[in-house]
């Protein structure tokens, strides 16, 4: 089974730019995250999908990120414009079971964003 | 915020010895879970323990779970080299999902 794939791998840009990431989740998962982990933290979800739909976005910082799922399926995740606290690694997830539930995650590799 | 806190933040052990590490939460949860992260990867699913349990093992690893003193502990047994990496615990609150700050193991041959 292929797992979570995420492109590009990394990704350096200059703040006030504008950056995506895309998300292919593992086929049949009906659930999809995105998280943020800044170096030496843990994972911060920002929004989380269930099938084409948003379950939550509360962490999302809505004035500069935004996601979509179309179809359910892949997912992108942008950044408009950068700025520099948002360099992290963008990690993508999906799960096979709706969110809230005994929910086991599979990750991707991650997108590396640097922002000068 | 809903956010774990692990303990210890850094561990060094020499291959074969028991790595202990412990997370703290801060209100009622579903399930807690533990993830392993190996240096530039992403997650790795280790565990998953439900509230209503106390205690969990699967393999070399043993979970346990106290919700009275919203605590949790990962015990790995016999440590490898190859368990070298970050820990981190996990808990899911309705829809919410919640990173710990996680734990660094390192395992000395």
């Known amino acids: 089974e292929a797992g979570v794939a995420q492109s590009p791998r990394y990704k350096i840009i200059e703040k006030r730019q504008s950056v995506a990431f895309w998300c292919n989740p593992i086929?049949?998962?009906?659930?999809l995250y995105w998280y943020q982990q800044i170096l030496g933290q843990g994972p911060k979800l920002l929004i989380q999908?269930?099938?084409?739909?948003?379950?939550?976005d509360s962490q999302l910082p809505k004035d500069r990120f935004s996601a979509e799922r179309l179809k359910g399926v892949d997912s992108t995740l942008k950044i408009q414009p950068a700025k520099l606290e948002d360099s992290a690694v963008y990690l993508c997830?999906?799960?096979?079971?709706?969110?809230?539930?005994?929910?086991?995650?599979?990750f991707g590799p991650g997108t590396r964003l640097t922002v000068l | 915020s809903q956010q774990g806190e692990e303990d210890p933040q850094a561990l060094s052990i020499q291959e074969g010895e028991n790595a202990t590490m412990n997370c703290s939460y801060k209100?009622?949860?579903?399930?807690l879970q533990w993830y392993r992260q190996n240096s530039g990867r992403g997650l790795v699913h280790l565990i998953l323990i439900r509230s209503n349990e106390r205690e969990k093992h699967s393999g070399r690893l043993r979970v346990t779970l106290d919700t009275s003193k919203k605590s949790s502990s990962l015990l790995i047994t016999a440590s490898r080299a190859a368990d070298t990496a970050s820990y981190f615990c996990?808990?899911?609150?309705?829809?919410?999902?919640?990173f710990g700050t996680g734990t660094s193991l390192t395992v000395i041959p």
């Open positions: 997830a999906s799960s096979p079971l709706a969110a809230g539930t005994d929910n086991e995650q599979f």
């Open positions: 999908f269930q099938n084409n739909g948003v379950v939550d």
């Open positions: 086929s049949g998962h009906a659930t």
């Open positions: 996990a808990t899911t609150t309705g829809n919410q999902f919640y």
């Open positions: 209100t009622s949860i579903n399930n």
